[in-house]
């Protein structure tokens, strides 16, 4: 792989090409901010990109730094590989990544106009008028100021005005959130792993008892929220939560379920100073890194690693005890 210390130019396209970068990829003078960058074979970027467009052909690629573009950054669609940015990223225009090969993780907030993700794994939230995520793993929230649409995907939370859900949806936070009725194909499957022992079910170990998966059904258990603000300001919204339907919840310990550990190593992966291991008195130890976190999550949305359904039964005087 050839180092890049000094960038030189002759025109507007920068092409990346086994090379690894070890400066920003910044404007220095204004001409240099129509810059479109392409990355058409294994490239390491050690610092920020700043491009008017930035287009992943082939990989892999590994921005260690932020990245902003005006128009857009676009993984084209027969991408087979992995793309990585670890810090946040940022388009006027649009983040798109749809290829069936490909593999985009992101390891800290995305932010602009439209995002289209197939196959990513996203750490911490999206913001953006429209998202569209197919086949994705999102751990934190997912916030459109327009429309949200997903199918077959693992979100922490969600919030938008219109939701359009399909396939299967499993949430990791309590509740999720729209202003209107959120639209449903038939057959749709609404999970939320809250309760769920994900420590176990990353070692390969027996579920805690009265652990599991809660079944949602956003056809007949959403409900009508009306919200109102000091100043008389007055918001309804609907809910998809399991608030209601967990009587016992206190009575389980959460911290042995590790899920909120694995969750926060995923999150906080790219920020990390080092790598964490998630161990307990049975199964084998598993080093927290973002890329074994994505794949567990991958494989509980794929059904290679299923969650138990919530069950049991608590007597009264447990509770009243509790």
């Known amino acids: 792989m050839k180092e890049l210390v000094e960038l030189r130019l002759d025109d507007n396209r920068l092409v990346l090409k086994d090379h690894r970068v070890r400066t920003p990829i910044l404007p220095k003078v204004h001409a240099e901010m129509e810059r479109d960058v392409v990355v058409m074979g294994e490239t390491v970027v050690e610092g920020a990109v700043y491009a008017r467009s930035l287009q992943v052909q082939a990989g892999p690629l590994d921005v260690h730094g932020p990245v902003f573009t005006q128009n857009e950054l676009h993984v084209v669609p027969d991408f087979k590989g992995s793309v990585f940015f670890r810090k946040t990223v940022g388009s006027a225009g649009g983040i798109v990544s749809r290829g069936a090969g490909a593999r985009a993780y992101f390891g800290a907030d995305l932010n602009a106009k439209q995002v289209n993700l197939r196959n990513a794994f996203v750490a911490a939230n999206i913001f953006a008028q429209e998202i569209t995520l197919d086949n994705c793993v999102v751990l934190g929230g997912t916030f459109a100021t327009r429309e949200l649409a997903i199918n077959n995907g693992v979100v922490g ?96 310990d959460l911290e042995e379920f590790q899920s909120h550990f694995i969750l926060s190593a995923g999150s906080l992966g790219a920020q990390l100073l080092k790598t964490y291991e998630l161990s307990g008195d049975a199964g084998p130890r598993v080093e927290l890194t973002p890329q074994r976190i994505a794949e567990f999550f991958f494989d509980v949305l794929n059904g290679k690693i299923q969650p138990q359904p919530m069950q049991g039964s608590v007597s009264l005087r447990e509770l009243m005890n509790a």
Do not use: W
């Open 157 to 252: 939370t969600f919030n938008s005005p219109s939701v359009r859900l399909s396939h299967n949806l499993y949430t990791l936070l309590p509740s999720v959130f729209s202003v209107e009725p959120m639209s449903c194909l038939p057959g749709t499957m609404v999970r939320n792993l809250t309760l769920t022992d994900l420590g176990a079910m990353m070692r390969g170990t027996a579920q805690a008892d009265r652990s599991g998966y809660i079944a949602l059904d956003p056809s007949t258990e959403q409900q009508r929220i009306v919200l109102t603000d000091d100043a008389g300001n007055v918001q309804v919204v609907r809910s998809l939560t399991v608030a209601g339907k967990v009587l016992a919840a206190d009575l389980l």
